[in-house]
């Protein structure tokens, strides 16, 4: 019953795959990026957001008619919502992946530390882990395992408080403290792409379960999430 | 514009059907038509073979006494039949609603079958089989009465009315009754307040039916209530009292041409009385409809 | 600075609230047959005062019947008979002394086609009160009742009209009207929407949520949205086929009416209210 309904979700639900899948590419060619000081990469990634925000509006565009015409509710009704939250994520994690590009721009030519990058490396490889395991989980609607989100995140900040002291310490001269800041910001893109991974990790949950709760909080320390 | 695929123009079969449509028209025209003639013939014969008594003193003196073929009127069996009549309305009226009710709502299948067929049986006994029936019972012992003659044409109104009445009880519609028994209004006064002013009208046109039958009786008051006096216009209904059937009855045993044109000229007073009482009924009925507005 | 931080227990107070309602009908094993048929199976519900309470669920669910019971209904079905316990404000309905008519009275029904009387719109409204006594001031009761019903304003240039004049939306409100008149505490409505168009039937929700203020309503509706909009609490009654093949209605589930449409318990419910399964 309802065919076309369930084809209407089905599509949406498979845009939101495909851009999952984008995403992920894009933050794999951000770190490539920045690893290589690859400037034609630069360009490609930023055209390539295009491709990203294509699905984003088909989603958004969506979404309201699908609520409209087809009222849905209970287990559809959170579907949806999740799709909505999630594309919203991804759209913005796609958007710090192009400022990271460009950053990585701005940052051509200035003296590079190895360590530095191999950390970053390290933080954005975490993310790719975190938003693959989150999509993942989505579509197999299996809430159980997004738990380990939150045991994922917690190292990146863990590292991106201890790159910022490396690159404080990093040397006096002018060029230095500019490469320095510049990477100070790819940090700051890479901790939140983190967040916004463990955010679709909580709809995940809301999902399956049927309740919103926060895996963790800005403001305080929140219980551990009951399963 | 390209031609349709399939034309539209007039075709023999198209002017076939008209043909047959108005043939067919014309025919029902036709037998309505006859219907209404039928019943002026009828009117019409009757009242020109009685217009020679017809006057004024026809219907307001009593029979003249004594040898007059001419002279006096009905006056005596017309409240005769308006007595007879109405005290046998009185009796089954009342009876045949219950009978109704009873049939449409309270009876179980198969008493409900039993008592119809009760009804259909009496309602085909033979007239006269009524009236010696109520002879025996009740002119042997006590003497005629007009109170015998209605007892008798109760009996015949009876069935008529009670099953006129169930059918229309049926047609109301029981989400009529729910609605009252919702309110917390008992079966009786859900009956009574809902269901019967309902189904007034099939109720009066079924009594009207019977008031015309009734007064039409002749062979029962022959036993009942002939011995009735033509002198007077008596309405004790402990007397015997003649009704216009009897006198028609009688009027047209006589030889006299005078009192031949007496019986017809009852003859169109009864159905005068009966056209009025069944314009009444509708009349009555339509007041009704337009105050509920249906 | 303690306001923003203090978490509002909105949970919590939502229990305390739910525990201050009154109950005012307890269905305990409730069955119903029709001859040897059983129609609804072993229902339990508790039904709160005050709140619109829908029951939902496919064709040949028992909804029509098991609402029927509330108010002795079934008495009229010859063959009809209920077991368990059914009581209304803690009297057993259906217990030896009870009499049907004075259930009826404090129970009032509404049909899903709109019933008026062929009376006038003032006789409709006042049938009940002169039959039941209630004749003091009767001009008053009629129009307090008709406004009550959101039809005063259209009807009282023309009480003496009949009701049959009405538009369905109208006679349906002035059927609302009729089992308001005579008091009842609570009112059943079997489908009231179903057989009008859109905007009457907006018109009779909005009358519902006024309703419930003074009233404790229940309403069978085949509409989901509908129930989604008017009522507090919702119960799922579903289809269930027994061994030997015969359909009965048993109650799935049953809680606020939040909790049905965004995260129902049981996949039954979850299945009929998506609309997966008739």
Known sequence: ?227 | MAEPAFSLRTSGRLRRRQLVNRLMGALALGAALLAVAVLAIVVISVASRGASALNLAFFTQNEAQGFNPTGGGIRFAIVGTGVIVGIATLMALPLGVMIAIFLSDLASPRLARITRLALDVTNGIPTIVVGIFVYTMVVAAHGQSALAGSLALAIIMMPLIARSSEEVLLLVPNSQREASLALGVSRWRTTFSVVIPSAMGGILTGTTLAIARAAGETAPLLFLTSLGTNATADSNPLHPLQSMTLAIFKYSELADAGFQAKAWATAFTLMCFVLVTSLGAKMAMARYRKKLGG | MEAIRTKIDVAGQERLAEAERETVFEARDVSVFYGGQRAVDKVNIDIYQRLVTAIIGPSGCGKSTFIRTLNRMTDLVPSARLTGELRYRGIDLYGPKVDPVEVRRRIGMVFQKPNPFPKSIYDNVAYGLRILGMKKDLDQRVEKTLRAAALWDEVKDRLKDSALGLSGGQQQRLCIARAIAVEPEVILLDEPASALDPIATSAIEDLMHELKRDYTIVIVTHNMQQAARVADMTAFFGLNVTPEGSREGILVEYDKTEKIFTNPSDSRTEGYVTGRFG
């Open chain 1, 1 to 227: 019953m309802r065919d076309q309904y369930e084809v209407e979700l089905e599509e949406l639900e498979s845009l939101l795959r495909e851009e999952g899948e984008l995403v992920d590419r894009a933050i794999r060619g951000a770190l490539n990026a920045l690893a290589r000081d690859d400037l034609e990469l630069v360009d490609e990634l930023i055209a390539f957001d295009d491709e990203i925000d294509q699905r984003y509006l088909r989603i958004e565009q969506g979404i309201p008619s699908l609520l409209a015409r087809q009222t849905p509710v209970a287990g559809d009704l959170r579907l949806v919502l999740a799709i909505l939250y999630i594309n919203l994520h991804l759209e913005r994690i796609a958007d710090y992946c192009v400022t990271v590009a460009k950053l990585v721009k701005l940052a051509h030519g200035l003296p590079r530390d190895a360590g530095v990058l191999e950390a970053l490396e390290e933080m954005g490889e975490r993310c790719r882990e975190m938003l693959s395991t989150g999509l993942e989980h989505f579509g197999a609607r299996d809430f159980k395992d997004s738990q380990a989100l939150i045991d994922m995140d917690r190292p990146i900040d863990r590292a991106n408080r201890k790159l910022i002291d490396r690159l404080i310490a990093l040397g006096p001269e002018e060029s230095q403290r500019e490469w320095a800041m510049r990477m100070i910001l790819v940090s700051r893109c890479l901790e939140r792409i983190g967040d916004h991974a463990v955010d679709i990790g909580e709809q995940d949950a809301y999902l399956v379960r049927g309740r919103f709760e926060e895996f963790t909080d800005a403001s305080h320390k929140l219980p551990p999430v009951k399963t």
